[in-house]
């Protein structure tokens, strides 16, 4: 399905066609010079963490919603997957298909994922013919991960600030709860317990002036939890900058967050820490919050 040309089933040839059926003799709704399309078939894209798995970590986690199309250069639109779409050219073609997300979990504001390598193919496109592609697709070489934490490990790098009134567990291996790998972290709050904040263990540099900076993060929880920064500035030191809530997941959940623009406005500061922050809802007794494969990644 097409997110660029939905409105344009609203004016089909057959409508047409049926408002000037008693005024006119006919209507030829093909030319019967025009070559009938090829079409392409796209079920998903499937991803190789291995060329990068030292620097990004081994999972193979995504979540990739969309497919924006390219042939021989030109574009043809991006379409939700599993994706079927016609394409007005046949013979030999070359075809690119670029992955999509949801940009901060939103459905409405999609876009092309600027470290997800492009799937490319030449290919013969038949005249009234299908094409079914199987693309694959990996991080960039290039793609950096500044702060990378995947609960694998005989400890974590997350710590309370002076918000926290509890600790954040890892899972132990066999955990039911685990998402993937050997572990996940986990908080829990009660009438105890009723606010958590953790943030990276050490500050890391991020790159200003405009540069894609994206939080990758897989998650469930009871409640709203809050993502943001600290920024050590060189003036007024510590700032807090929340940037986003996400919304609560019964099931684990996987989002993109954008922190490119946050990170542009204090590109004077080369030291940043990401955080996470929960206040317990008096409604419900017991909350969970669970955490894998988090990364800050950038070129």
């Not at 290039?142 to 309370?160: N, R």
């Not at 899972?171 to 606010?195: C, R």
């Amino acid at each position: 399905m097409s997110l660029t040309r939905t409105y344009k089933k609203l004016l089909t040839p057959t409508a047409i066609c049926s408002v000037l059926f008693f005024s006119l003799a006919g209507c030829n709704l093909i030319d019967p010079d025009e070559n009938a399309p090829s079409h392409l078939e796209i079920p998903g894209f499937t991803f190789d963490p291995v060329p990068t798995s030292v620097e990004m970590g081994s999972s193979p986690s995504t979540k990739i919603k969309d497919v924006w199309v390219y042939v021989d250069n030109e574009f043809q639109g991006a379409y939700q997957l599993p994706a079927r779409l016609p394409v007005l050219k046949t013979g030999p073609n070359k075809i690119l298909l670029t992955p999509g997300i949801e940009l901060n979990g939103i459905a409405s504001t999609r876009s092309p994922y600027p470290f997800y390598k492009g799937y490319t193919i030449d290919t013969i496109l038949p005249e009234n013919g299908t094409i079914k592609l199987n693309p694959s697709t990996r991080y960039f070489d290039l793609t950096q991960c500044a702060f990378c934490e995947s609960f694998d490990g005989s400890g974590f790098s997350l710590a309370p600030t002076g918000q926290s009134d509890t600790i954040m567990y890892q899972l132990s291996p066999g955990d039911t709860n685990i998402f993937e790998g050997a572990g996940s972290g986990v908080v829990y709050l009660d009438t105890s317990n009723t606010q958590f904040e953790f943030a990276s263990t050490t500050f890391y540099e991020l790159p200003g002036s405009g540069a894609a900076v994206f939080l990758e993060l897989n998650y469930k929880c009871s409640q709203e939890m809050q993502v943001g920064l600290y920024v050590d500035l060189p003036s007024s030191g510590l700032e807090q900058i929340p940037i986003y809530n996400l919304n609560p997941s019964p099931t684990w959940n996987k989002i993109y967050i954008q922190l490119g623009y946050v990170v542009s406005t204090y590109s004077y500061s080369d030291k940043f820490k990401i955080y996470f922050k929960g206040v317990k809802n008096p409604g419900i007794q017991k909350q969970f919050f669970y955490f894998d494969n988090i990364k800050v990644v950038h070129f």
